[in-house]
Each structure stands twice: as structure tokens, then as C-alpha cells.
């Protein structure tokens, strides 16, 4: 919409490429894979979902679609590079390409995804961006 009133429209697509239905249906697996080790067996670990019954690539990627949920920490929508690089976004120093005085602090600039909550390496990038401001950069 063009009015900046109106709720953003946002539509993920997860599991929406070839690419990402494999993982999903791999990352199952290999959940079962895990929890079938001996070491796992006197905890006598029972799948609920999707169920031990489900197999191929298509039921696992559609099952892991149904009871997969984000965790509403997007992360690298703000690439880091050159300008040379027509997918960055910002500098090494946070800074707007083409924009002056204009930085993307957020987590936005992380490639990829921390494997435990984005607080504080999002809190490390804003201490480094800071730092920098103050130092006049």
C-alpha cells in the first residue's frame, strides 16, 4: 500500500524453493537419526509429529511446513559488502551505500542467523556502531 498507515504486507514463502523443502525433510531425518541412538533408548523417546509413518521427501516437507513455526528473528536483509556488490546494502562501518548519514544497525546486517538469540550479538553490533559514530566515522 502507499499509505504508511497501513500494516506492512509480508509474505515469507517458507518452503517455497526446492532447496528449502530438502532441508526441511533432511532435518527430520536427521532428527530421527539422533534420537534413535543408543544412548537416547532409555529415555524411550516416542515421535508424535509428523509421525514415524511419514517417509518421503514430500510428506516430511509438507508435514515439517505444518507443524514448523518461525521464531520471528529475520536476520541478513541488509547485506554487508562493497560497493561494487549490487546485493550490499551497507559498508563494513554499517553505512548506507549511496546515503550519507545513514547506518543500518540492526540484525538485519548479520549474514546469517545466530544459533541462539539475536539480542545480544544485535547489542555487539550496536556497541561497534556507536563506538564508531562517537569517533566521528
Known amino acids: 500500500s502507499p499509505k504508511p498507515q497501513d500494516a506492512p504486507s509480508i ?28 544412548a537416547l533408548a532409555r529415555y524411550q523417546p516416542v515421535e508424535v509429529k509428523p509421525g514415524a ?28 559488502g562493497p560497493l561494487a556488490d549490487p546485493m550490499a546494502v551497507v559498508d563494513s562501518r554499517l553505512r548506507v551505500h549511496g546515503v550519507r548519514g545513514l547506518r543500518v544497525v540492526d540484525a538485519s546486517v548479520m549474514p546469517t542467523i545466530t ?5 545480544s550479538p544485535t547489542l555487539m553490533i550496536a556497541e561497534r556502531a556507536a563506538a564508531w559514530i562517537l569517533a566521528g566515522d
Do not use: C
Open 53 to 80: 509413518q511419514f517417509e518421503t521427501d514430500a510428506e516430511l516437507w509438507k508435514l515439517a511446513g505444518d507443524i514448523g513455526t518461525t521464531i520471528f528473528h529475520p536476520v541478513g536483509t541488509a547485506k554487508m
Open 11 to 38: 509474505a515469507p514463502r517458507y518452503l517455497a524453493t526446492d532447496e528449502d523443502r530438502l532441508i526441511a525433510a533432511n532435518s527430520l531425518r536427521l532428527t530421527r537419526r539422533i534420537v534413535g541412538q543408543p
Open 115 to 119: 544459533s541462539g538469540n539475536t539480542n
